[in-house]
Antibody, heavy 119, light 107 residues
Framework: QLQLQESGPGLVKPSETLSLTCTVSGGSISSSSYYWGWIRQPPGKGLEWIGSIYYSGSTYYNPSLKSRVTISVDTSKNQFSLKLSSVTAADTAVYYC???????????WGQGTLVTVSS | AIRMTQSPSSFSASTGDRVTITCRASQGISSYLAWYQQKPGKAPKLLIYAASTLQSGVPSRFSGSGSGTDFTLTISCLQSEDFATYYCQQYYSYPSHFGGGTKVEIK
């Protein structure tokens, strides 16, 4: 059974780069069946899809964030990562990683990690 | 991009009520729609995919219907553990947007 766990700094300064890693257990990130995604949720607000990646490296990004987002995969560590550059307070959110069968629905999800952008 | 609009954004209901939440896509998405339940401080939980297929382990009081642009999530007999926020998500094409959410509160 797949399990996902986010990790990374909980506090990032404005204008810097937010970096998070999602570790996958219970299955291989190189499986041809899965895409791997990042979703975020600002405090008290709804869900926003950030982007997804296939093990081959193909990426798909939310156009509203595309200029600042990079998602990558490390098959040797069974991990995928998110980098969001030039962050502002508006990027403060709980960040979730999740798996997606053939670029479809998201299941399961990681528990989420709160990232606060503040000086 | 395909935008998803949920209605209502929130409402109050009582245990035992039958409740319906609506999700509308800005263009046709066939049946490429999922529903999630989220409780405070927790990650979203998949309830339904392919518009009407119940995820394993989800109680049968949850059901989904619709295709094209209009979809509904129905809870046939609301239980105390169902008070939560519900989101729809289209996966017909990227970007894979979520609806704005519907919060179901206790009356």
């Amino acid at each position: 059974q797949l399990q996902l766990q986010e990790s990374g700094p909980g506090l990032v300064k404005p204008s810097e780069t937010l970096s998070l890693t999602c570790t996958v257990s219970g299955g291989s990130i190189s499986s041809s069946s899965y895409y791997w995604g990042w979703i975020r949720q600002p405090p008290g607000k709804g869900l926003e899809w950030i982007g997804s990646i296939y093990y081959s490296g193909s990426t798909y990004y939310n156009p509203s964030l595309k200029s600042r987002v990079t998602i990558s995969v490390d098959t040797s560590k069974n991990q995928f990562s998110l980098k969001l550059s030039s962050v502002t307070a508006a990027d403060t959110a709980v960040y979730y990683c999740a798996s997606s069968i053939q670029a479809s629905w998201f299941d399961p999800w990681g528990q989420g990690t709160l990232v606060t952008v503040s000086s | 991009a395909i935008r998803m609009t949920q209605s209502p954004s929130s409402f109050s209901a009582s245990t035992g009520d039958r409740v319906t939440i609506t999700c509308r896509a800005s263009q046709g998405i066939s049946s490429y729609l999922a529903w999630y339940q989220q409780k405070p401080g927790k990650a979203p939980k998949l309830l339904i995919y392919a518009a009407s297929t119940l995820q394993s382990g989800v109680p049968s009081r949850f059901s989904g219907s619709g295709s094209g642009t209009d979809f509904t999530l129905t809870i046939s007999c609301l239980q105390s553990e169902d008070f939560a926020t519900y989101y729809c998500q289209q996966y017909y094409s990227y970007p894979s947007h979520f609806g704005g959410g519907t919060k179901v509160e206790i009356k």
